[in-house]
């Protein structure tokens, strides 16, 4: 019996059978929907297999929109349970767990696979070319994310979820003092979604390194294109230090190793420095590629070229490496000496530098334009306030000496939430609606999109700006509960209404959707927001090749110059495309890595030598295997660019 | 697939060309792990506990044959890729079966080590600094140990498939690979081990 | 249109009307510490606030002035690479404005790491502050007392806090005195805070340390030296030794109210100031520091142990 | 038989051998501790770098500059991590 009791399901109340309950009827009707319509081979064979990039993107966009869905339940549920004082809507472990679950979903599990399906849906696109560099290594990554993703889900119903915040400061996330396998399913759910990361990085890189269309030299790239570059080598840097922080969190609870205890030597901070040494480049991982997202929609909406280009990815390129200068200030509490706190606290102002470069070139770039207010549009104009608020408040929180009052306190989770949120959140929303004609070859509607957008950033503002103001008042992060006398009953209430306002914008995006899929016309055209870049030039949705022919490029904005100034931006004739075979070992091996990953967390030794060595076999199949993909012949081309609407020669 | 003539045959298509540059992309950030792993030895190093010091059980002999062994399969799978760019298939398989006989003869005293310090009272669980030392040496261990079985999927494809584009990439890119490894040990043996019992 | 404009307008009514109340907690600051923080804080709430407005201003007209609606129908937007003169004060002026912070960063640094200023010549009343599941405990060595989930201070005397922690890492705070600091398992870290003002005030534990997080507070008085004498003559009289059994009962996870106890855990649990780093770096790094920020309390802190 | 043993790889091998036995001399042979840290990080570093451009090829195609480029950023990453690491943990901690 005392072998299954860690299965159990941590907390019985009817909320988590209700939830248990709706997560089998949902699979099943999954199932029988899937054998009721013989989809089975269609989803195997065009979505499960696929090595597509637009695909994997898409997949990656609509595991972030669940994501979303759950991370803004928990978020909902602890505005709600501090909406007010004395509140017992939820006890203290609950929350505990729901606050943890809600800032790793956001960050690891929403907010990076959101930036990933930009990146793998837009970045071949942009440079002219018909894949990434290693389509099945692509695939892999998807799906270690995914099961990831579902590893970590599953923690809520059995065994228990981590309980030590996102951040799962040791020795709080030991074996003493959380007990439940929660913190183990954190340690592993993560380090198999980033091992796909880290794919990803090196993917990207050599992608836009080798794979860019004639002409197109680097800096005549995109600042999408840019942002995914160097987001990719802060990934391909930053993430092997969380594996090693990984390793070492889960050896300390698996086998009792020393590295963060309490007793023999182990050090506690060490836990908390590696975790950030990954954890500050992390940030501008995800604010990067949402930078590069506004770059795209300001330009195209305001009619203008991009104000400043050079100084745009010089200033990329140099938080890329700042950002790795920066990590201690997460910790300026520690009892470090003055002047190992001042060293940090000027890197971390100075990186204020080029972001506000990059501020003011956005506002030069809609300076002299044409602007339309369009949703996209309506977000990146949005950003702009929002955003700088939460950069400065940035640049209060670098100064130390301050920051012994802001540590810890809802002032710094108003400051990282009103520079994730406009930063962040509102990029991949903007780019949604910009990128959704792409992808799926109709537009979203406007009127409905308009209406979310407002709730979500009046939303926003009654959420986060109360906490400043209860954060200098001194009310903690993460306390599941306040009294009465302290006074912050009022400030937490309107908080609360203000999630409440973000939901409704998440139920009015669901519904934008639902109506465009039921209402908005279809067929487009290639180019329905008179755009400037060269992922336009190619139809909507876009063919498996992508583009016909290869584009030739001279110049930054060479499909504006296609458009208006009849430059010849695709010659020569049909030839036939080279593509990569479908393969279902990536999904079969990461499905693998689910089950190695549950095994570890319950120490099932047995099944994790069995699924290891699985993993290997799978591996070892790649090395094997000959694989020359297949060719699409000239007349398939023809005949798909006549279907499609669109002859570009 | 274009194959271009002028270039080494692992160089000689465009997908070859990717994959190499990706590995070495990929080996940036091995380069991060292993620096992450230094930069966690460096801050325990000194917290020991109530167990050993490195000084107390590092020995010198195995350390330098391990070193010598590593540093000669380096230089010998070098020799191979050498063959393999000559055309010399049968040389270069031998050279490739020299290359894992010695990375085996490296794993056999790393392991005998790891023994050795067992029984001096010198575990995973014993302080922070034994838990750190095995965790760095035993990821090292563990890429070589992935190697062998890498290298030995190569062996066999070069020997029934031949020196084609293909396989002359793939064991390109393990030569990479395992050069790195020997990068990593020059690093392990004189921070590590030569740090550590000169330490005072 | 004119819902949201309604619903912003009501926004920022809350928000002026809520901070009129009562003063923040941060920004009323009850000792010299927190006096340098709250200057660090208005100063830098200024400086941010001229600068979000600038930013907004501009977007403001640019937002009027080219909106496609209000622009002639012919109007091309023009093609502008960039400008040196422009990009070099977008530049400019921020290195300016950090490099103003970054001197008022290693001032203040320095201030809120040393004994408070005015303070300067006087020997410091050393507390060890240590956390267990979920409480406090405050050992005053130099008075031989300890409590449980409240502290007594003195006013106009130097404070100096030792911290460390039985448990997860935990954080001290008594936010109108001056700064959180870590308390940790495994070593002992410095806290320095002075009381100009008498009166109540609120501390917690400001880090997340597992289920009774929330309610991990404790509750502070600072009061005249004479009162202060005062209470420590009374807690001599009346309260129970603690003894080393009464203790670890303590220690175990859990809540308790205000305890009063005479003796300190230092006799029998003594806090873990040992060097576990490698000592001949550390020392010749410290050794200056120690000199101004810590030489006497050092002593201080040795002759109780 | 002889084009087999190309002189390049010969030599880096000697190279290395030398390099390691230097370093062991800090080991035989009594030194400050600065001296011994001087001739570790100059023989470890010399020899990664023979390993990179004689065995490893890293400079042979015209990707060299972004391998190079990549070799760079990680190092001085890595160090960066290293040093930072110390001087928050270790070095500037004050007690």
């Keep these: ?649 | 697939m274009k194959v271009d003539h002028s270039q080494p045959l692992e160089y000689s298509t465009e997908q070859n060309r990717l994959n190499i540059l990706g590995f070495w992309v990929f080996l940036g950030a091995e380069i991060m792990l292993f620096g992450t792993l230094f930069t966690s030895y460096f801050t325990l190093v000194d917290r020991t506990g109530d167990g050993p010091t490195g000084a107390e059980i590092f020995e010198i002999f195995p350390v330098l044959m391990e070193t010598f062994l590593l540093l000669t399969s380096s230089f010998v799978i070098g020799l191979g890729i050498h063959a393999m760019r000559l055309g010399k298939k049968k040389a270069m398989l031998t050279f490739f079966v020299i290359t894992l006989l010695l990375g085996l003869g490296f794993l056999g005293f790393e392991i005998d080590e790891f023994m050795v310090y067992y029984h001096e009272g010198a575990t995973l669980q014993t302080s922070a600094f034994t838990s750190m030392l095995f965790t760095t040496l035993g990821t090292h261990g563990a890429h070589v140990t992935l190697g062998f079985f890498w290298g030995l999927f190569i062996i066999i494809q070069v020997a029934k498939r031949g020196i084609t584009p293909a396989t002359a990439n793939k064991s390109f890119i393990f030569s990479l690979y395992w050069h790195f490894l020997d990068v990593v040990w020059i690093f392990i043996f004189t921070f590590i081990y030569l740090e550590g019992m000169t330490r005072v | 249109m004119n819902i949201k404009w309604s619903l912003l307008v009501i926004f920022f009514v809350i928000v002026t009307v809520l901070t009129g109340c009562d003063p923040l907690m941060v920004l009323d600051p009850k000792g010299p510490q927190a006096q340098t923080q709250a200057n660090v804080i208005w100063l830098s709430i200024a400086v941010m606030s001229v600068i979000t407005i600038i930013v907004c201003a501009f977007l403001v007209f640019v937002l009027v002035k080219y909106r496609d609606s209000k622009l002639p129908k012919d109007y091309e937007p023009p093609y502008i690479e960039g400008n040196h003169l422009v990009e070099s004060i977008i530049v400019g002026v921020p290195i300016l404005i950090v490099l103003f912070f970054s001197v008022v960063t290693i001032i203040t640094n320095n201030k809120v790491e040393a004994t408070p200023e005015k303070y300067k010549g006087q020997d410091p009343l050393v507390i060890y502050a240590s956390s267990s599941d979920w409480k406090w405990h405050f050992s005053y060595p130099e008075n031989d007392i300890e409590t449980v989930n409240y502290l007594y201070v003195p006013t106009n005397r130097p404070l100096e806090f030792k911290l460390y922690s039985f448990g997860p890492i935990t954080s001290f705070w008594v936010p109108q005195l001056g700064g959180q600091k870590y308390a940790m398992a495994d070593m002992v870290t410095t806290l320095h805070l002075a009381a100009d003002e008498e009166g109540e005030m609120m501390g917690r534990n400001a880090n997340f340390s597992g289920k009774g997080f929330a309610e991990n507070m404790f509750h502070v008085e600072a009061m005249s030296q004479a009162e202060f004498d005062d209470w420590v003559k009374e807690v001599k009289d009346t309260a129970e030794p603690l003894t080393e059994a009464k203790f670890n009962e303590l220690l175990q996870p859990g809540y308790t109210g205000q305890l009063t106890f005479t003796g300190t855990h230092l006799s029998f649990s003594p806090a873990p100031e040992h060097h576990h780093g490698s000592k001949d770096s550390n020392e010749d790094v410290n050794d200056e520091y120690m000199e101004h920020d810590h030489g006497s309390s050092n002593e201080s802190a040795h002759n109780y142990e | 038989m002889r084009e087999l043993f190309p002189a390049k790889q010969v030599w880096g091998f000697v190279l290395s051998l030398a390099l390691t036995a230097a370093a062991l001399l800090v080991y035989f042979f009594n030194m400050s501790r600065a001296t011994g840290m001087t001739i570790f990080i100059v023989t470890a570093f010399i020899q990664a770098f023979v390993q990179l451009v004689v065995f490893m090829h890293a400079r042979e195609t015209d990707d060299s500059k972004s391998i190079f480029a990549t070799l760079y950023y990680a190092i001085f990453i890595a160090l960066i991590t290293v040093f930072g690491t110390l001087l928050c943990m270790i070095w500037g901690w004050k007690y």
């Design chain 1, 1 to 649: 019996m005392g072998y299954f009791a860690k299965f159990a399901v941590p907390h019985p109340s009817p909320a988590i059978y209700a939830s248990m309950i709706a997560i089998v009827v949902t699979v099943f009707l999954i199932i029988f929907g899937l054998t009721y319509f013989k989809k089975w081979i269609y989803l195997w064979s065009e979505w499960i297999t696929t090595v597509d990039h637009k695909k994997i993107g898409t997949m990656y966009l609509i595991a972030a929109l669940l994501m979303l869905f759950r991370g803004g339940v928990d978020a909902l549920m602890m505005r709600a349970q501090t909406a007010v004082p004395d509140n017992k809507l939820l006890d203290s472990q609950h929350y505990n767990e729901v606050f943890s679950a809600h800032g790793v979903i956001m960050i690891i599990f929403m907010a990076m696979p959101y930036i990933m399906a930009f990146m793998n849906i837009v970045v071949p696109l942009q440079i002219g070319a018909r894949d990434v560099a290693f389509p099945r290594l692509n695939a892999v990554s998807f799906w270690l994310f995914f099961m990831g993703a579902m590893l970590f889900n599953i923690s809520f119903v059995i065994g228990g979820s981590p309980d030590a915040g996102w951040t799962s400061y040791f020795p709080l996330a030991d074996n003493e003092f959380s007990p439940s396998v929660g913190t183990n399913y954190y340690m592993i759910a993560i380090q198999i979604a980033g091992i796909g990361t880290l794919m990803t990085g090196i993917n990207f890189i050599t992608t836009i390194l080798r794979m860019r269309a004639p002409g197109m030299t680097l800096m005549r790239m995109p600042m999408f294109t840019w942002s995914a570059f160097v987001t990719s080598i802060i990934i391909i840097f930053a993430f092997p230090v969380l594996t090693i922080a990984l390793l070492m969190g889960t050896m300390d609870r698996l086998f009792e190793t020393k590295f963060f205890a309490m007793t023999d030597g182990g050090m506690d901070m060490l836990w908390a420095n590696l975790f950030w040494v990954w954890g500050h480049p992390e940030v501008y991982i995800l604010i990067l590629p949402a930078f590069g997202i506004f770059s795209e929609i300001i330009p195209t909406f305001s009619r203008r070229n991009i104000y400043g280009y050079k100084s745009m990815v010089i200033s990329m390129v140099v938080i890329s490496l700042y950002s790795f200068f920066v990590w201690t200030h997460h910790f300026f509490t520690m009892g470090q000496t003055a002047y190992v706190n001042s060293i940090f606290s000027i890197t971390t102002m100075v990186i204020a530098v080029p972001t506000g470069i990059k501020i003011f070139n956005w506002l030069l770039t809609m300076w002299k334009g044409r602007i339309r207010f369009t949703v996209p549009m309506l977000y990146s104009i949005a950003f702009i306030p929002l955003f700088t608020i939460g950069g400065v408040t940035g640049v209060m929180l670098a100064m130390s000496a301050a920051d012994y009052q802001y540590h810890n306190t809802m002032f710094l989770v108003a400051h990282f939430h009103n520079v994730i949120i406009p930063g962040v959140a509102f990029a991949v929303l903007a780019g949604s609606t910009y990128y959704w004609p792409k992808i799926f070859g109709f537009m979203l509607n406007e009127r409905i999109g308009k209406w979310a957008f407002w709730f979500l950033t009046i939303g926003f503002s009654l959420a986060f700006f109360p906490m400043y103001i209860t954060g200098l008042d001194g009310q903690a992060r993460r306390m599941y509960t306040y009294s009465e006398a302290s006074g912050y009953g009022l400030l937490n209430f309107v908080s609360f209404i203000g999630a409440a306002f973000m939901a409704i914008s998440f139920v009015l995006i669901v519904y934008t959707i639902y109506y465009s899929i039921r209402h908005s016309p279809r067929h487009v055209g290639g180019d329905p927001w008179d755009a400037r870049s060269l992922e336009w030039a190619t139809h909507n949705p876009v063919p498996e090749y992508n583009f016909a022919i290869i584009p030739q490029v001279d110049s930054r904005e060479p499909f504006w110059d296609a458009k208006y100034k009849r430059y010849e931006l695709f010659k020569g004739d049909y030839k036939k495309i080279h593509m990569p075979n479908n393969s279902g070992v990536p999904f079969i091996m990461s499905a693998l890595f689910f089950v190695f990953g549950f095994a570890l967390v319950f120490s099932m030794w047995i099944l994790a030598v069995i699924s290891l060595i699985g993993i290997f076999i799978c591996m070892a199949h790649r090395s094997f295997e000959i694989d020359h993909g297949h060719y699409i012949s000239v007349e398939e081309i023809k005949e798909t660019e006549v279907k499609m609407g669109g002859n570009h020669k």
